[in-house]
């Protein structure tokens, strides 16, 4: 196996070997680190294959492009390693055979082909900086080291159930801690959406937005972020995920927004995700220059929302997802403040124009939704598991329309092996979901800890919810106060003359308890 390297400046190596693979040198920067490079391995003059991206380090080297053979070459130095970027890559060249894919291993010194390759480089900065920085990885190096041991090529399966322990912290001076989220199936039960609630100020977002970093390998701020866990860590196992998608319509939300640099932009036009990283929002990052070097950023303007439903229904289309989405869509268009619309013709016909036009139309709500299914369409993987993080859903949405959105996400999850963390101030999401899949953050000061519910969530009343989660029997309401005043000069029954009609039990139980206490 003979390999060539087309550097982004100066002349390219050429052979006329068969076969033989052409390293095209990339751009990308992990944190001062250039290691990427794009693939493309001729069997013969007449077939080749686009087998896609690897990297490649160099002991040694602490920053810049890894010094590659300006000739053609058989073998990497012995102070290089290499890996591919997923399972697809090394399946793509394992196919082809033993004859091939041996040679091409070992001439770029895979670390999943080779653990002597890897022992000799994985206490390197450059292999946690650079190899391991985008998430699955890890997971990447142990799938493709089985595979290339096998016999045959083995079907993709789904991934098995799991749970994930995640240390962080939500704030600077805050205690770190450690969170569960539990995804093993429990029979028929829906579990693949986990359910985070607490308090406003708990840290919920702030504990997506970490989670979303380390999840992903995408956002910290600088290489010795990542090397030290600033945004936390997995304790234990790390999740099988490749893909992660963040969705948060909030203004205020602390998620990373890709795009930072001309190479990021680049990639995003490309395929909408840094390298399995999605950001679905508002916010929008910003030219504009502030103090201290700080990232501005702005909120996208409605017509910016409209062009990015439309792409991501181009991406559905491409990838011969339309009927999926219509499936995934059902729920929502069951419910009857969607059904009025008429989208569902619209949508076979993939008439962009007719789209736009209907979509502009559209409540903020219904766009919310819409685009979130969509863009969930467009993006989960179906591959690898994905990780999909959803911040506060119930912003735009009244309750009906909340459950039939939950409902459309599950059926995407299910269909294309997807789980989703959900951080919500909402009843409506934890009464459709199990107690075991819920997790209540609680803060008191600096400290903050992990709680689960009291009761049994699901199908449970949104009132008894409300009351377990946030204490709301406690008189901390208005209506309590306005109930107290009046009982304590009026009777019930002129109380009641005052709304014009008989109050609740509830409200009616209160002001007899308050008359109660004034005879007392």
């Known amino acids: 196996m003979r390999f ?89 060249i394992y196919k082809l055979g033993r004859n091939v894919f041996e040679p091409y291993f070992k001439g770029l010194r895979d670390v999943a082909f080779d653990d002597d390759i890897k022992a000799s480089v994985e206490d390197s900065e450059a292999y946690r900086v650079s190899l391991l920085r985008f998430s699955g990885a890890e997971r990447t190096i142990a799938d493709a080291a089985r595979l290339l041991r096998a016999t045959a090529v083995r079907p993709k399966r789904r991934s098995a159930s799991f749970k994930i322990r995640f240390k962080t912290q939500v704030a600077r001076h805050s205690n770190p801690f450690t969170i569960d989220f539990d995804f093993r199936r429990r029979g028929q039960l829906p579990g693949r959406i986990n359910a985070l609630i607490g308090y406003n100020g708990t840290g919920k977002t702030r504990l997506l937005s970490n989670l979303a970093i380390v999840a992903s390998g995408y956002g910290y701020d600088s290489k010795e972020d990542l090397l030290g866990d600033a945004a936390g860590r997995f304790v234990g196992i790390p999740p099988p995920f490749k893909t992660v998608v963040v969705i948060s319509y909030s203004a205020f939300d602390t998620f990373v927004i890709p795009g930072r640099t001309k190479i990021e932009k680049k990639k995003l036009q490309e ?20 103090a201290r070097g700080q990232q501005a950023y702005r909120l996208r303007t409605p017509a910016e929302i409209e062009t990015e439903f439309l792409e991501a229904l181009s991406r559905v289309v491409d990838a011969k997802r339309q009927d999926s989405l219509l499936e995934f869509l059902r729920p929502l268009l069951q419910d009857p403040s969607f059904q009025r619309i008429g989208l569902t013709q619209s949508l076979v016909d993939h008439n962009e124009e007719a789209l736009g036009a209907l979509f502009r139309e559209l409540s903020s709500g219904h766009k919310v939704v819409l685009k979130i299914v969509t863009e969930l369409t467009a993006h989960i993987s179906g591959l690898e598991p994905t990780l999909v993080l959803i911040d506060e859903p119930e912003t735009h949405l009244h309750p009906p329309l909340l459950a039939a959105f939950l409902k459309s ?21 934890l009464q459709e979901t199990p107690a075991r899949y819920v997790q209540v953050l609680r803060r008191t000061a600096d400290n903050n800890r992990v709680v689960e519910p009291s009761v049994e969530t699901f199908a449970e009343s949104i009132g008894v919810i409300t009351q377990e989660v946030f204490n709301l029997g406690d008189g901390s309401t208005d209506w309590h106060a306005t109930l107290s005043a009046l009982a304590r000069k009026h009777t019930l029954e002129e109380i009641e003359d005052m709304f014009g009609r008989k109050l609740g039990f509830a409200a009616r139980s209160y002001v007899l308890s308050v008359h109660d206490e004034c005879e007392e």
């Not at 840094?274 to 030219?287: A, H, Q």
């Not at 996400?409 to 999401?429: N, Q």
Request: hydrophobic letters at 30%; proline letters at 5%; a negative charge.
């Open 409 to 429: 996400v599950r059926a995407c999850l299910e269909a294309f092996d997807g789980y989703a963390v959900i951080a919500t101030h909402s009843p409506v999401v």
């Open 271 to 290: 395929s909408g995700e840094i390298f399995g990283y999605v950001y679905c929002g508002l916010r929008e990052l910003s030219d504009e220059k502030r």
């Open 4 to 92: 060539v390297v087309q550097p982004r400046t100066g002349e390219s190596s050429k052979t006329n070997r068969y076969p033989h693979a052409v390293l095209v040198q990339d751009n990308w920067d992990d944190y001062g680190y250039k290691t990427t490079f794009h693939v493309t391995l001729h069997v013969s003059p007449d077939e080749s294959h686009d087998v896609g991206s690897i990297k490649i380090i160099e002991l040694g080297r602490e920053s810049g492009y890894t010094a590659m053979p300006k000739k053609p070459f058989d073998e990497l130095p012995a102070s290089h390693a290499s890996l591919g970027a997923d399972l697809n890559y090394y399946e793509t």
